[in-house]
């Protein structure tokens, strides 16, 4: 797909890893989410609640340096 809008390579399939890295460790689904707030003993959802105070920033950096590749490759 990035061939056909033109866009680097290597910057999307560093987009697609940080999605999937992102999607694995916020996701109920996710082994390792279920396996580590089950071996704390808390909730699921507190254990993704808590993640987020860390994940969340992590995300928007993301966006914020994809946003000026995105820029910068459109001057």
């Known amino acids: 797909m990035s ?4 866009a ?3 910057i999307a399939a560093g987009a ?5 890295f992102f999607g694995d460790k916020m996701s ?3 082994d390792t989410c279920t396996i580590a ?3 704390v003993g808390i909730d699921l959802f507190e254990h993704i609640r808590n993640m987020m105070y860390t994940t ?10 994809f946003g000026f590749f ?3 490759r459109r001057l």
């Open 3 to 6: 061939n056909a809008f033109d």
């Open 8 to 10: 680097n390579v290597a």
């Open 16 to 20: 697609v890893v940080s999605g999937a």
């Open 28 to 30: 109920p689904l996710s």
């Open 37 to 39: 707030s089950s071996v």
């Open 56 to 65: 969340v920033p992590a995300w928007i950096l993301t966006v914020i340096i």
């Open 70 to 72: 995105w820029a910068d």
